[in-house]
């Protein structure tokens, strides 16, 4: 089958990578792509929601199959733009429809069901630019760190924590009445802050059956020692050691199966992933946050320890068979390191000639704000490239990634040397 996955960044290249191992894949598609999905697909100029761009592509290209990355094409609700199309309702695609893409599209909509279903999560309250006074009065209720949430999409940017009450306030004026984040942030979540450690659940799902990918944990701050700006991800590891069975159990218990059996009961149409951002708060999972997709640089972990023909399993989503499906994962640990452009996540050069490429060894390059152009691979983004490999422990697996890593040059290449550093 002809299949085409929608996205540009490290996320979008290995499923791309991993797709096209699948003797069911004839021909793959990428759009937009990078300078990586280049090397193994055909990449397309579309960008991810132009609808009826992607609406020609997929009928000039004869594709069965959309795997859609990022999450704003879901939250606009291309699912449901196939579905209503006579000439696309045909086509597979894996990601939600956009009522169930709410849990990612808003804040509030997510907290209230958490709530509804009774899954373990931050208690909160929600507030708009009409009741910024409330919202002060509810953050002297707490106690120090302050977590503010923009409502809606701000590219993994939109939440702030902060230790001094005065500048909890300021910075709730700044998103309501001053729209520090655009429309993202005409509303704000603020929640308690909950003490513990991160990690992330990945589940698939047909709508009726699921299947647990591996956990992923993340790093999300610039800084070393997880100081500094927020990112979209710096780095990730494969399986989080502190995961036990006895946790994990409580995780399928308490937080998976009711997120499944709620989506039923709010009758929230769901084919694709679920990603769980979570908190271990001593020995028990609380849900900080849902995601429509798989996250970035997650996928770049999980993925490669993934077994299974990814596009058997896409089958069976399609097809609501997900419970016929045996997933196989890889024993090794998998960890990747974010390299990312000077300056980022605040202003960045573009253009910057990639070198070394061709000296990896034992690792797995995953393009993200990468692009060809005169012969060159040449940054185009903030995050550029992801480099994965793998180890009998997260350990051996990291100081692989970093061996590699040094043969590797762009200017003002930044990278966090401290990946793992808290397991």
Not at 81 to 100: C, E, M, R, T, Y
Not at 397 to 417: C, G, P, V, W
Request: with cysteine; net charge negative.
């Amino acid at each position: 089958m002809n299949i085409l996955i929608l996205g540009s960044g490290g996320r979008e290249h290995t499923f791309a990578w991993k797709i096209a191992q699948s003797p069911l894949c004839k021909t793959l598609f990428v759009a937009p792509g990078n300078s990586g999905t280049a090397q193994i697909a055909k990449n397309l100029d579309i960008k991810v929601t132009d609808f009826h761009t992607i609406k020609e592509a997929v009928l000039q290209h004869e594709i069965t199959m959309v795997v859609v990355g990022p999450e704003d094409p879901l939250v606009m609700g291309i699912h449901d733009f196939f579905l209503n199309d006579d000439a696309l309702k045909h086509v597979s695609v894996i990601g939600p429809q956009k009522a169930a893409a709410q849990l990612e599209g808003s804040k509030e909509f997510a907290k209230e069901f958490l709530i509804r279903h009774n899954i373990p999560t931050a208690a909160y309250k929600s507030f708009n630019a009409g009741n910024v006074e409330a919202g002060y009065a509810f953050l002297e209720t707490l106690s120090p760190p302050y977590v503010l949430k923009a409502d809606g999409l701000a590219a993994g940017k939109g939440v702030l924590i902060l230790n001094d009450l005065n500048e909890a306030k300021t910075e709730l004026k700044n998103m309501l009445v001053d729209a520090k984040f655009g429309a993202a942030s005409t509303k704000v979540v603020i929640e308690e802050f909950l003490d513990g450690i991160e990690l992330s659940c990945f589940v698939l799902t047909d709508g009726e059956n699921y299947k647990i990918l591996p956990t992923a944990k993340d790093y999300k701050r610039i800084g070393e020692g997880d100081t500094g700006l927020n990112t979209g991800g710096m780095g990730a590891v494969s399986p989080v050691p502190f995961a036990t069975d006895a946790f994990l159990s409580k995780i399928e218990e308490r937080i998976v199966k009711p997120t499944i059996e709620g989506l039923k009961k709010d009758n929230l149409p769901y084919k694709g992933f679920v990603f769980i951002g979570l908190i271990k708060v001593g020995e028990d999972p609380k849900v900080i946050e849902y995601n429509v997709r798989m996250g970035d640089p997650e996928t770049e972990v999980v993925l490669p320890r993934l077994k299974t023909d990814l596009v058997e399993i896409f089958q069976a989503i399609a097809n609501q068979t997900l419970d016929k499906i045996n997933l196989e994962i890889d024993e090794r640990a998998a960890t990747t390191v974010m390299l990312v452009s000077g300056g980022y996540p605040e202003g960045y050069e573009k253009g910057k000639v990639i070198t070394g490429l061709e000296q990896v060894t034992d690792s797995i390059p995953f393009h993200a704000g990468a692009i060809n152009k005169d012969g060159n691979i040449v940054t185009s983004g903030g995050r550029v490239m992801a480099i994965t490999s793998y180890g009998n422990t997260y350990e051996e697996a990291i100081k692989k990634s970093y061996q590699n890593i040094e043969k590797l040059h762009f200017d003002k290449m930044n990278y966090r040397t401290d990946i793992g550093f808290d397991l």
